[in-house]
């Protein structure tokens, strides 16, 4: 069973960096690409972080349980999660019509990995329990990625999404999506956690 774990996470790593490639192949003749921009995309960065967690599952498999590991797949489970879902809600309705990210990058990067994110979440649970208190952990980095992407913004004159551009529609607009974006993260949270534990609990009485 480990084999076939570690075979898929290599595999799905494989497909990341296979999406990430493809994105840069496609549009590396556009005036407007830069390759800072490119990797300042949530998506991209989630899924890079998604890849190196998997690959440190591959590596560590069979090793003795680790908590600072389980919350790193707790983070890259939730990243992904809020990928998938915030595109299908606020950016799939836009890409369709601009055609701007490759359909490829779109599948990979966008539906598949986050279920293939929850699939490794449910078949391989975290060996320690993780509790609800530590959840605030797992919005570190997309506070500091807001707050990277607010920073930088005016400097290049460029944001990676439109509901992050307080230019076009002012901070208070820019603040009620993402509040409405950590509201949802909650629930995704503790759902995560709850099904680890059970998960846990179910396969050390089986």
């Not at 192949?25 to 800072?36: M, Q, R, Y």
């Not at 440190?56 to 992904?80: K, N, W």
């Not at 603040?175 to 179910?202: C, D, H, K, Q």
């Amino acid at each position: 069973m480990r084999v076939l774990i570690s075979s898929a996470r290599l595999v799905c790593v494989l497909f990341i960096w296979a999406a990430i490639a493809n994105g840069i192949v496609a549009k590396w003749d556009s005036p407007a690409f830069t390759l800072s921009n490119y990797f300042s995309y949530f998506t991209n960065i989630s899924n890079l972080f998604a890849s190196a967690v998997l690959l440190a599952g591959v590596f560590r498999s069979g090793q003795s349980a680790s908590r600072t590991a389980d919350m790193l797949r707790a983070a890259a489970t939730l990243y992904l999660l809020v990928t998938a879902i915030v595109y299908a809600l606020l950016l799939a309705p836009i890409d369709a019509l601009t055609h701007a990210t490759p359909s490829f990058n779109n599948w990979v990067l966008h539906r598949i990995m986050p279920l293939a994110m929850v699939a490794d979440w449910l078949i391989d649970p975290p060996r320690t329990r993780l509790r609800l208190r530590e959840a605030w952990m797992l919005l570190i980095f997309p506070i500091a990625y807001v707050t990277y992407t607010l920073v930088r913004g005016p400097f290049v004159d460029w944001y990676p999404y439109s509901f992050l551009n307080p230019q076009r529609n002012g901070y208070g607009f820019v603040f009620e999506y993402l509040l409405g974006i950590v509201a949802g993260s909650l629930p995704l949270i503790a759902a995560i956690m709850w099904s680890a534990n059970v998960r846990r609990t179910a396969s050390s009485n089986a």
